[in-house]
């Protein structure tokens, strides 16, 4: 067994996963949807929820039976948030660069196959398209998606392909797998991902990975988002792909600590 694994809690990684369910779009699970969404049997589900909603992590409606975060959950993600500085840096660092160029900017971070928005910049006076805050099934099809792909190996790549959900959101949506590992390596090879209308009509987007800088894996991406009413993609590329990648190597020199 290798060293990092020998002490690992697998309970404590399904318990969190469960926490981690709950988001803007899914303020509310019930014990059903939980135990899909994980893969957990009934029993186990209704344990570790029974657990946190005695420790009041989790609240439960006595009519409907659906769960949602309790008053220590709030306080927990408040202490936590005050404990790290670098929502504080990505801020500070975006803020920069949508003040300079009024573009829509994205910073999400990748969690188990799933895009994670963390911090969002609308342009002014312009069309533009609000992303959920957790996105699943979008790492084919959006440019953040594309972009923390590219980080991974090529056998990482393969089996993350092979496992993930890829529906095809639009007529312009890569379908083919070699087409699509085609797209990643393109991506690799100049240091941003492009995605034209391939995850809502209209928008057309322009990313490039985040990278931890302690353990040089990729960790999420940032994204500049357009209309396709206002702008086209090769004017887009043309404009922005070195300010894009320019705009992840600093974001990533700042996740420090």
Known sequence: MPPHKQYFSTSLEKGLKILSLFNRETPRLTQTDISKALGLNMTSTYRYINTFVNLGYLEKNVRTKELS????????????????????????????????????????????DTMMRVYHREAKETLTYRLPDVAKNCLHNTSVGKAFLSTLTESELQQTLDRI?????TKKTISDKNQRLAEIEKTRKRGYAMCEEEYLPGLITIGAPLISPHSGEGIGAVSFDFSILQNNAEEIEKKYADLIKKTAAELSERLHG
């Open 165 to 169: 959900y890829l529906p095809a959101r």
């Open 69 to 112: 975060p309790g008053f220590r959950c709030l306080t927990l993600c408040t202490n936590l948030i005050k404990a790290t500085d670098h929502m504080h840096l990505i801020k500070q660092q975006v803020d920069k660069i949508y003040n300079q160029y009024n573009v829509t900017i994205d910073v999400g971070f990748a969690i188990d």
